[in-house]
């Protein structure tokens, strides 16, 4: 089991930056950012292996950066030129591979809100 706890969101302007934590109580083979608006289905922003390898979808691709600390087990979303449509509550993902296949255990954070005003 990995818990994971969220910080770092808050209220910002539009341009402005944010910069959300996940802390996990253990390792994690792939840490992620997702998020949520109201009305809409949770949405992949970014992933990054305990290697390093990342993706991003197209929507945040150029403004969000991921990174981690696996030492701390930490995982960060740099968030810059933040839009009014970036308004939603942000969850952090942790995946352990548990087969060669690639079949993984999700951890979910409890999220954390992002609100950016025009």
């Known amino acids: 089991q990995v818990q994971l706890v969220e910080s770092g969101g808050g209220l910002v302007q539009a341009g402005g930056s944010l910069r959300l934590s996940c802390s996990a109580s253990?390792?994690?083979?792939?840490m992620g950012w997702y998020r949520q608006a109201p009305g809409k289905q949770r949405e992949f922003l970014a992933c990054?292996?305990?290697?390093?390898?990342?993706k991003y979808a197209d929507s945040v691709k150029g403004r969000f950066t991921i990174s981690r600390d696996n030492v701390k087990n930490t995982a960060y979303l740099q968030m810059d030129s933040l839009k009014p449509e970036d308004t939603a509550a942000y969850y952090c993902?942790?995946?352990?591979?548990?087969?060669?296949?690639?079949?993984?255990?999700?951890?979910w954070g409890q999220g954390t809100q992002v609100t950016v005003s025009s």
């Open positions: 993902n942790a995946q352990r591979v548990i087969s060669v296949e690639g079949a993984a255990i999700n951890f």
């Open positions: 990054i292996t305990a290697e390093g390898s990342i």
């Open positions: 253990g390792s994690a083979d792939v």
